[in-house]
């Protein structure tokens, strides 16, 4: 016996649960990095409570009692991964149903292997793009008592099972999506600590992420072709080139219209001041500053004036265009006055004042003119100095210039003013709750956030709840705080406040969902208060078949079924019309003894003796010869009693009789009244009799003794390229548009042609030219463009 083989082992509810894992197979030459040994962490021992060494399959590894529950969590070699093998060597008990692999992440099943014994069916549930869980049913009876060896291999969207080194179904299905979070968990012989238990043993658990897995357990299969991962990963390549060529392309489009214009293009920051436009690093005087253009921005310095000492005949005086005084020839000339040396005279004409229109008792004399002008004359209106922020003001004597409120003189004449900063000068009447902001001769206080003005320089917290200016929930209450608000959600929600959701306490069945406090909304095909209650299409008039067929309800719909002796003739119509009768003569499914002749009949058979002979009426079935009227139990369904009636055999479930102390508890699970074959829901809330069914996430689940089995819920084929599943249903519906298909029937000749011209095949995905959010998809010759709203 290997000494490196390690196991680990569990019990949930008495379940004795057999497992084991057989360590690398060198021969074969497996790379141990490609194979998961389940138990590879664990060694029964001491720390095991009740492991106990059994006798296994065979004697290459070893074989453990599991007498106590664990969970594994080495996912790292199967995160991510399109190609796969599940092997196991097992032996199930009669009828038994139970998980034998589950990798999950609360609702979400990546990789789960189930065997139902009562329903005779091998289940494959994993996780498909778009965060759906699809299920893959194999027909095929595990649960026999008889050792098997059972592998499920995956490659991308080709699944094949092989039982005892035979191939035993082929299928192409959805891509896995093995996106597995950090937080997944891993169960060996149940699905959870209290559902899909598996009664049994188990041997040589592997998980083997490479090509045709399968050969670890039939090494002389053939496992020379080429898998289906291989031909996914070459057009996965293939996409991907035309997506760098298409991107490629637009990038040599767009270069070489940049390096077209490249010749004449010579780009820079400028900086615009007044409707001038000044280069970078262009300086130029702005009144009393200095001002230079740097990367976009001007900044400016205000100019000192340096000292003057002007020489004699000459004075300090401001000049027009200039910040700073310059030295000035002292005026010579007087009004009427000759300077010494000189002689007055009469000039005729000549410097002649104007005439003016006010009385002489209201004409001034002004220094440094030789006119008298009228009282209140506008010298601003003569031209002046005052520049930008400055205001002219006229005076008696002249004009003076002003700086506006809010700025400050530059020189002494107040012709060029700067703004005054209030803010970082302290110079504001802003109160408390707001923010002095700096304008233009001003300032400005804003409210801090929570807060509302009362007048120019205040404000007061704000009551966000009254004003209803909050972003509470509905069905949440609002607390006002200082500066802000809280949520907190009514009695019967939970959530954070912003967001609250009813609260039905796992109440809602069936689908439905919780809309207000224990008070459920029914998905289609169910009602009651907590949604139990199935609704019978069938037996309320909602459906009409046709003659040859019947109504079958089913949890949450139904369908029109085929009659015995019919059969679908492909064409799947909804009410029964597709059904055509079947030639039981013709296609030998006749039960009719050799010494009777059958004749069809619409919807059945007849077993008429020939003319002049003496017919025993017997009946030939599985091969054997049953007399007429003789009645028996089948032998691989021990519920069912079949009878032989003139040639035909009749066949009939069990009539369960409660009452007869010797009632088959098998057969009739509602009769059986012991508490230890009642179920748990899956919420944990609701127990559930033998025999009860409910509808659980699109599963149709039982109760048999006090173990649950739950199998995909049956739905109408959809016979058409598009599909959607609507919200809070489980059956897709045949849809026109494509852009709103879930599932597409992808046809490899029917190609779109991007914006680039190129090719792409149906199935195929790509990013809009141009964007970083908007993704096109080609779905059959029709292409769908979407924007991911979490990218924006």
């Not at 059956?731 to 298909?741: E, I």
Request: hydrophobic share 25%.
């Amino acid at each position: 016996v290997p000494t490196d083989t390690k196991c680990c082992c569990f019990l949930s509810r008495n379940v004795l649960v057999l497992l084991c894992v057989l360590a690398p197979v060198a021969g074969l030459g497996v790379d141990p990095s490609l194979l998961i040994n389940v138990f590879k962490d664990f060694s029964p021992g001491a720390d095991f409570k009740g492991v106990s060494q059994v006798q296994g399959f065979h004697d290459e590894s070893r074989a453990y009692l599991f007498q106590e529950e664990t969970a594994q969590r080495m996912l790292q070699k199967l995160r991510g991964k399109s190609e796969f093998t599940v092997a196991v060597t097992l032996k199930q008990e009669l009828l038994n149903s139970g998980v034998i692999l589950s990798i999950h992440h609360a609702e979400q099943r990546f990789l789960e292997l189930e065997s139902s014994g009562q329903k005779s069916e091998v289940r494959l549930h994993f996780q498909a793009k778009g965060q759906q869980t699809h299920t893959e049913i194999f027909p095929y009876t595990l649960a026999d008592n008889q050792w098997h060896k059972l592998s499920v291999a995956i490659s991308a969207s080709h699944v094949t099972l092989y039982v005892d080194c035979n191939r035993i179904y082929e299928r192409v299905v959805s891509v896995p999506v093995m996106d597995i979070p950090e937080d997944t968990s891993l169960w060996i012989g149940q699905r959870n600590s209290a559902h899909g238990l598996f009664k049994g043993v188990m041997q040589d658990v592997q998980i083997l992420v490479m090509p045709q897995g399968y050969i670890t357990q039939c090494p002389d299969l053939n496992r020379t072709c080429p898998t289906c991962n291989d031909f996914h990963g070459l057009v996965q390549k293939i996409m991907e080139l035309q997506d760098i060529l298409a991107k490629t392309s637009s990038k040599l489009s767009l270069a070489e219209e940049r390096m077209n214009g490249l010749d004449n293009c010579y780009c820079e920051r400028t900086c615009s001041v007044k409707g001038v436009t000044y280069r970078e690093d262009q300086a130029w005087t702005d009144g009393c500053k200095n001002c230079t253009c740097s990367n976009g921005t001007v900044q400016c310095e205000t100019i000192v004036c340096p000292p003057l000492e002007c020489p004699d005949g000459s004075v300090p005086a401001y000049v027009a265009g200039e910040c700073c005084k310059n030295c000035q020839p002292k005026s010579s000339v007087l009004c009427g006055v000759c300077p010494q040396g000189h002689t007055m005279h009469k000039v005729q004409n000549s410097g002649d004042c104007p005439e003016l229109n006010c009385p002489e008792a209201e004409q001034v004399t002004v220094t440094d003119r030789c006119c008298k002008v009228c009282r209140g004359h506008d010298f601003c209106a003569e031209g002046n100095t005052c520049m930008e922020h400055s205001d002219c003001l006229n005076l008696e004597a002249g004009a003076s210039c002003s700086c506006k409120e809010g700025f400050r003189p530059l020189r002494s004449d107040n012709a060029y003013c700067e703004d005054i900063d209030e803010c970082a000068e302290g110079k504001h009447y802003c109160r408390e709750n707001t923010m002095c902001v700096n304008t233009p001769g001003s300032f400005m206080c804003i409210c801090h956030t929570g807060y509302i003005r009362i007048d120019d320089y205040s404000c007061t917290e704000h009551d966000e709840c009254v004003s209803e200016q909050h972003n509470c929930d509905e069905n949440a209450l609002c607390f006002n705080t200082v500066g802000g608000h809280s949520c907190s959600c009514k009695p019967g929600y939970t959530g954070n406040g912003t967001i609250c959701r009813a609260l039905c306490d796992g109440l809602c069945l069936n689908g439905g969902s919780c809309v207000s406090p224990n008070t459920c909304m029914c998905t289609q095909g169910f009602t009651g208060k907590r949604c139990e209650t199935d609704i019978d299409e069938c037996s309320e008039g909602f459906v009409e078949c046709d003659s040859r067929a019947t109504c079958v309800n089913l949890p949450g719909w139904y369908h029109c079924e085929c009659r015995d002796g019919y059969h679908d003739n492909g064409m799947f119509s909804a009410n029964g019309e597709s059904c055509e009768d079947i030639d039981e003569c013709k296609a030998g499914r006749s039960t009719c003894a050799n010494d009777t002749v059958c004749f069809n009949l619409d919807g059945g058979y007849d077993c008429r003796c020939p003319h002049g002979h003496n017919c025993t009426g017997d009946c030939i079935h599985d091969n054997k010869v049953k007399h007429n009227g003789q009645i028996w139990v089948l032998d691989n369904d021990r519920c069912s009693v079949c009878s032989c009636q003139m040639g035909q055999v009749m066949c009939r479930r069990m009539v369960c009789d409660c009452e007869n102390p010797t009632v088959d508890l098998f057969c009739c699970p509602e009769c059986d009244p012991r508490l230890s074959s009642q179920c748990l829901h899956q919420n944990g809330l609701l127990t559930y009799a033998s025999g009860d069914t409910w509808t659980e996430n699109c599963q149709q689940c039982q109760c048999l003794q006090g173990e649950v089995d739950c199998w995909p819920l049956s739905c109408p084929p959809a016979d058409c390229d598009f599909t959607l599943v609507p919200e809070g249903e489980c059956c897709a519906h045949c849809v026109s548009d494509p852009c709103q298909a879930h599932s597409v029937r992808n046809d490899i000749t029917k190609t779109c042609e991007d914006e680039h011209g190129i090719t792409r095949f149906s199935g195929s995905s790509w990013l809009k030219h141009g964007t970083e959010c908007t993704l096109c998809q080609c779905k059959n010759g029709h292409i769908c463009c979407s924007v991911d709203p979490m990218c924006l």
